[in-house]
């Protein structure tokens, strides 16, 4: 079965410095996502990416995080200065339609110390 | 937000089959039911997904009541490997995305 894929599994920054998730969607698929979740906490929405435009973002995605498609392949999320709020584990996931399931990467740890 | 309710853990012997009951009584007429589930920190696993019918595949079944308020996933026989944290989700097919409740943490014993 076709995957998500996201790098690094793994991040540690300091406090204040900008990082940039990665994430590779599913080949064919037009809707991206951004997902987080703080350890022992639920799985919560950030972003939702459709036609190289943000077509839903939550409370969290603040002017801190910004996506974007840089090209057919990649899809990215950044945040320009990392809090220590911000550790969590990130999960990107596409769908083809809209219509369809998501399909969720493994994720990235990010530590922010 | 989740507009569904789960409870918060159960237990089933490995085996047996594992019902995992949901509610969602404000249920609109084109959101579909959504279950997925979490094993550790891994990435959400899709399961399945219906509307109205029951549905079946190779993971589970989904038995929805003939209200849409209530549903059922059905693990016919668990495995230790399905110890996990299950999430009913409701969602309209228009490209909005999921949200995800507290789900029910199912642990499988042996």
């Known amino acids: 079965e076709p995957e998500v894929t996201q790098t690094p599994s793994h991040q540690v920054t300091q406090m204040g410095q900008e990082v940039i998730l990665r994430c590779v969607p599913i080949?064919?698929?037009?809707?991206f996502y951004w997902y987080r979740q703080i350890l022992g906490q639920k799985v919560e929405f950030l972003v939702s990416?459709?036609?190289?435009?943000?077509?839903?973002k939550s409370e969290i995605f603040d002017d801190q995080f910004s996506v974007e498609r840089p090209d057919g392949s990649n899809f990215t999320l950044k945040i320009r200065s990392t809090k220590l709020e911000d550790s969590a584990m990130y999960f990107c996931?596409?769908?083809?339609?809209?219509?369809?399931?998501?399909?969720f990467g493994s994720g990235t740890q990010l530590s922010v110390l | 937000d989740a507009k569904t309710t789960q409870p918060p853990s159960m237990d089933c012997a490995e085996g047996r089959a594992a019902n995992l009951p949901c509610n969602h009584s404000t249920i609109s007429g084109n959101e579909y039911v959504y279950w997925y589930r979490q094993i550790h920190s891994q990435g959400p696993q899709y399961i399945i997904h219906?509307?109205?019918n029951n549905e079946t595949n190779e993971m589970a079944s989904l038995i929805i009541t003939e209200d849409r308020k209530s549903s059922t996933l059905i693990l016919p026989h668990a495995t230790l490997r399905d110890t996990a944290v299950y999430y009913c989700i409701v969602r309209a097919n228009t490209g909005n995305q999921f949200y995800f409740g507290t789900g029910t943490s199912l642990t499988v014993i042996p």
């Open positions: 080949s064919n698929h037009l809707y």
């Open positions: 219906g509307l109205k």
């Open positions: 996931a596409s769908t083809g339609t809209g219509y369809e399931k998501l399909f």
């Open positions: 990416f459709y036609n190289n435009e943000i077509s839903e």
